[in-house]
């Protein structure tokens, strides 16, 4: 008997042996999406494209509600400064948007206390209806009579660094826990109190597959802060979430961060977190040697090389051949390790989701 896309992903993540594992199409940057309709592809989804799994997330946005104004404060030919919706001053060049240049963050809407008190008093409340996507009751109404998986993703605001870091800043954060560490801890209890709040009115009206976290907190050689001072601070605050999160039925927690996290999966293991994503591969991870490592108390999700896609060919068969036994061991769902950039052609990008799908056992 076929599984429906929720029994498969259940399956799939619980080490349970579905019919197949499960399977979705990784999008692209925007630039990559101009690359590929250029190359051939009339825009057809993805997912009816290549046959994988349906998979929705709710959209709730767990930052500052109200968000701030978009607000130009200063512009010359090449570039423009301007206040985005978190508060945070930035310049950017006018002639590249999207995922291919990094803008530059000139202030962050947080130095001290006091503009913490502020920020959270005016816009990190509950309100609920700011957060919730337009047509909230009619996605219930869709959700509740769902035979694929839901995800709440508390993208770029449900974590303990990340989110701090978009209020501070790297290098204030970074300074702040020797110079204010009880600012950091009353930001961390705040997030922990928010992203509780807030997953609660969700769970009031409908049932969740898996809720994730988002950190972002590593880059190519390591962690952006200590292991024990990560641990120390944010390990407790990940606990009490956790354990909410189990106590409302959540079988699958997740967590969101690029680079290498070598170190800090023991701390999101010990904190209840059991699904993790996407082993970037240019950072030196590895989801083979992570299965040999944690074995079946972490599920993953990624872990082949986009640059191997990018490439094509020989190049692309050999990655996608390297993540197959963690596929046979199951809890593992395979897909590149980042939505894919824009040096990916059409015809790669084809050529790989034909070929992962086939190593599968999947029909195309």
């Known amino acids: 008997m076929q599984l429906t896309p929720r029994e498969r992903y259940i399956k799939t993540l619980g080490f349970d042996n579905p019919d197949v594992p499960f399977l979705r199409a990784t999008g692209g940057w925007r630039e990559t999406s101009e690359r590929w309709q250029k190359e051939g592809w009339d825009g057809t989804s993805l997912q009816k494209l290549f046959k994988t799994d349906p998979m929705a997330s709710t959209g709730v946005y767990y930052g500052p509600v109200p968000r701030f104004e978009y607000k130009i404060v200063e512009e010359d030919e090449k570039t423009r400064i301007y206040i985005n919706h978190e508060g945070i001053l930035m310049r950017e060049f006018k002639d590249y948007g999207g995922n291919s240049s990094m803008p530059q963050f000139l202030r962050f809407p947080v130095e001290n206390e006091e503009d913490f008190h502020k920020i959270r008093d005016e816009r990190l ?84 597959d898996i809720f994730a976290f ?16 990560y641990r120390k601070f944010a390990l407790p605050r990940y606990k009490m979430v956790c354990e909410w999160l189990k106590s409302r039925g959540i079988k699958f927690i997740g967590l969101d961060s690029d680079g290498d996290i070598t170190e800090l999966i023991p701390i999101w293991l010990d904190a209840g977190i059991n699904v993790l994503w996407p082993f970037e591969v ?11 490592e944690y074995g079946h108390d972490l599920a993953l999700i990624g872990g082949i090389d986009k640059r191997a896609v990018a490439t094509g060919g020989s190049v692309m068969k050999k990655a996608v051949d390297h993540i197959m036994p963690v596929v046979e061991d199951g809890g593992y769902i395979p897909e590149m390790d980042h939505s894919a950039p824009p040096d990916i052609s059409w015809h790669n990008m084809c050529e790989y989701m034909e070929y992962l799908t086939k190593q599968l056992g999947r029909e195309i």
């Open 282 to 292: 240019a950072a030196g991870m590895d989801v083979v040697k992570v299965r040999k």
């Open 125 to 208: 409340g509950l309100n609920f209806r700011q957060r919730a996507p337009q047509n909230w009751n009619d996605h219930i109404k869709h959700w509740n009579n769902r035979d694929y998986p839901l995800m709440c993703f508390a993208d770029r605001w449900g974590g303990f660094f990340g989110p701090l870091r978009n209020l501070m800043g790297l290098e204030n954060l970074a300074v702040a826990f020797y110079d204010q560490p009880k600012l950091v801890e009353k930001m961390m209890d705040q997030r922990a109190d928010a992203i509780i709040q807030i997953t609660k009115k969700v769970l009031d009206d409908v049932e969740l």
């Open 214 to 229: 988002w950190e972002d907190m590593a880059y190519n050689t390591g962690p952006l802060i200590g292991p024990e001072m």
